[in-house]
């Protein structure tokens, strides 16, 4: 079965640097569009980054400049590097995978991944 496994969360200082990795099994992964989002308590999901199986991405404002997604196909993992990071950045990781971009740009994938947990303080 699919499996979306998120790894590299912890706690860092403000202007600190983290990177995660999400670990995909039982798909083919260079067929599907994936992204990160983040939650932190009493907010909504957010997207944080997508990229599709073209390799274009895009970009939340507040993390534009300050965060980079990319994936590697022949090791089936979606990574994003977390540069500059603010308190605000506190949050749960999530990856997702999806056949439809718009599904994955919208929040509404085929997959999500269980989460890693980021802290951030100033």
């Known amino acids: 079965q699919v499996q979306l496994v998120e790894s590299g969360g912890g706690s860092v200082q403000a202007g600190g640097s983290l990177r995660l990795s999400c670990a995909a099994s039982?798909?083919?992964?260079?067929?599907?569009?994936m992204g990160w989002f983040r939650q932190s308590p009493g907010k909504e999901r957010e997207g944080v980054a997508t990229?599709?199986?073209?390799?274009?991405?895009t970009y939340a404002a507040s993390v534009k400049g300050r965060f980079t997604i990319s994936k590697d196909n022949a090791k089936n993992t979606l990574y994003l590097q977390m540069d500059s990071l603010k308190p605000e950045d506190t949050a749960v990781y999530y990856c997702?995978?999806?056949?439809?971009?718009?599904?994955?740009?919208?929040?509404?994938?085929?997959?999500w991944g269980q989460g890693t947990q980021v802290t951030v303080s100033s």
């Open positions: 997702a995978a999806g056949v439809s971009y718009d599904r994955v740009v919208t929040g509404r994938p085929d997959y």
């Open positions: 039982g798909y083919y992964f260079r067929a599907y569009h």
């Open positions: 990229i599709a199986s073209s390799g274009s991405t």
